[in-house]
């Protein structure tokens, strides 16, 4: 095109020009032609506006780029208005957030004044920035100023982001921002847990802002989000009172049965046991979600200290038994274990030996399950007590009978019960000597926890009496003797000293008697000597149960057996009960 062509073909024809530079990515040379152009503004599509536009863009995309003339050209543009005045005001405030020097109040004032206009995404149509970009521009903003922990500022991207985003959408991609910047935070090692707490904290906020702003269909979620974010800012009372406006609105079941039972967790750890049980009872409404599981396992734990025996078991069968769909594992792995202790309470020994082989075959890592070995050892000695009392009922049938026929079917009934006695501690034995080895095994390599301790001096204490009522008097007078000597000064010790006595008037007379005798004599000794070093004060005296003798009663037994094992031989005492 000639310079005698009509100067707006011309402008045309320059106009073309540049934009095939840009096209080609030639920033620099499309620069100049720009700059020519503002002779001629009036005749460019757009104006002035559109070249200081198109001058800050090929500035900012150059290498390398000019961001002091990009800025200067975007920010003419922005005071010129119009749709490619709009879109210069937009890109500056990025570019003023993404600088070293961070103007991010300008960057805001810049925004403000290019949305002027804007009130609704419908206000927004510009050919120089597409509104998804205009969006993506703000959520980076958002997360920036979350990042900084701004809130003021992000507060104020929200509020323009309501002019490009349909009702709840500010607020949503606020609150996402916020809770993804907890996250961050917690991640972090150098963070403390209240600045942690403090931005989940502002992350429910927002979520809370997010459900009032955003539809129906939207709300439920966004409240649940809310709750969650409660929860990690361990803020209770917020978490209760969004989980209640949670389940007046929630469709969905599993996420009904969550909330209550998360509303039941966090009622049952303030102590209110009313609502809590309230809660729990909403939970198992939705008996097809794992929550229900865990839901009912609180129902028996409440049911227990209630002491209701038979409620619990009712409740925690219902987690055991059936064919559910959806089982919550933990909960049943601790259904499992409280069913086995609470039919130990009740003394029904042969389902709870069912309940503890389950337990300990299926979680044999669980923290209680040491606890359970202990108990089967217990549960078989009870077996093995019951058919005692059985064997020795037919004893007396028989002896009281005058039927010869009558007489050697009780006898054979009584050895059959005798044989079913003398397995059961067999398997009492086998199970108590499992549990001391290990334990014993783990001393060697770490000292063993308290509960640990406790648990090694029942094993043996539980060995030495399934010996003594099998009739392994030499076995269970050692067991007994190594219980006292290697865990003195315990209530365990003070026990096998009794258990030991009291072997001496049923051992007839004999050199094991003697042997006996003596070992009686060196385990009280020992005892008085314990007693006598411990003071009244001692752990082992602080106990709620009134059948466990107090100092002063375990010192007068003492003296008062050591006085007899002293004395000519006399009926000894069988000492005060351990079980």
């Not at 975007?74 to 500056?92: D, I, N, T, V």
Request: aromatic share 8%; hydrophobic share 40%.
């Amino acid at each position: 095109i000639g310079v005698k062509a009509p100067r707006a073909v011309r402008i045309k024809a320059r106009q073309l020009q540049a934009r095939c530079c840009e096209e080609d990515g030639l920033w620099t040379r499309a620069v100049p032609i720009w700059q020519e152009l503002l002779e001629d503004a009036p005749l460019v599509e757009g104006g002035r506006a559109r070249i200081h536009y198109a001058i800050g863009l090929c500035n900012y995309r150059m290498e390398p780029a000019n961001y002091a003339e990009t800025m200067r050209a975007w920010s003419e543009a922005l005071k010129l208005g119009g749709a490619a005045g709009q879109a210069a005001g937009l890109r500056l405030g990025e570019l003023r957030l993404s600088r070293e020097d961070n103007e991010s109040a300008q960057a805001l004032a810049d925004w403000q004044q290019a949305l002027a206009k804007v009130t609704s995404p419908a206000d927004f149509e510009n050919p120089y920035i597409e509104l998804a970009e205009v969006r993506k521009l703000f959520d980076r903003a958002i997360r920036h100023f979350q990042e900084t922990q701004d809130a003021q500022r992000t507060q104020e991207v929200a509020e323009l982001y309501r002019k490009i985003a349909p009702g709840g959408v500010a607020e949503l991609r606020h609150a996402q921002a916020a809770e993804a910047y907890a996250q961050q935070l917690q991640d972090k090692k150098n963070v403390s847990a209240a600045e942690v707490q403090a931005q989940f904290r502002r992350a429910a906020e927002a979520y809370e802002q997010a459900a009032a702003a955003g539809s129906a269909g939207e709300r439920p979620g966004l409240l649940w989000s809310c709750a969650q974010c409660a929860l990690s800012a361990q803020d209770t009372a917020q978490a209760q009172k969004i989980l209640h406006q949670h389940v007046l609105v929630e469709k969905n079941e599993a996420r009904l049965a969550d909330s209550w039972n998360t509303l039941g967790d966090l009622y049952r750890s303030q102590g209110k046991k009313e609502q809590a049980r309230d809660a729990y009872n909403k939970c198992i409404e939705y008996p097809n979600t794992p929550f229900a599981f865990r839901a009912r396992y609180f129902l028996a734990v409440e049911a227990i200290e209630q002491n209701n025996l038979e409620k619990a078991r009712a409740i925690l069968k219902q987690n055991l038994d059936g064919d559910q769909i959806e089982i919550d594992r933990p909960a049943q792995e601790k259904s499992l274990y409280k069913m086995a202790w609470l039919l130990m309470q009740m003394r029904n020994y042969s389902e709870g030996l069912v309940y503890l082989k389950d337990f300990l075959l299926n979680y044999p890592e669980n923290q209680n399950a040491l606890r359970a070995r202990e108990q089967l050892g217990e549960c078989y000695y009870r077996l093995a007590k019951n058919e005692l009392a059985k064997e020795i009922e037919l004893e007396n049938q028989v002896r009281s009978s005058k039927d010869q026929d009558q007489r050697v079917q009780l006898e054979d009934a009584r050895r059959h019960h005798h044989q079913t006695r003398m397995g059961r501690l067999g398997d009492a034995v086998k199970a108590y000597e499992e549990l001391a080895d290990d334990l014993e095994k783990r001393k060697k390599e770490k000292s063993l926890s308290t509960i640990e301790q406790i648990l090694l001096r029942r094993a043996l204490f539980g060995i030495g009496d399934c010996h003594l009522d099998g009739g392994n008097l030499v076995e269970s007078l050692r067991v007994f003797q190594k219980l006292q000597l290697q865990h003195r000064q315990t209530l365990e010790s003070f026990f096998a000293c009794s258990r030991i006595c009291s072997m001496v008037g049923i051992i007839q007379p004999s050199k094991l008697a003697d042997q006996a005798k003596e070992m009686a004599k060196e385990s009280v000794r020992a005892l008085l000597e314990d007693l006598n070093a411990m003071p009244k004060a001692h752990e082992v005296f602080k106990t709620s149960d009134p059948a466990l003798p107090t100092r002063e009663a375990w010192l007068s037994w003492a003296e008062g057996t050591r006085g007899k094992l002293l004395a000519p031989p006399k009926t000894e005492s069988p000492g005060p009960a351990f079980r």
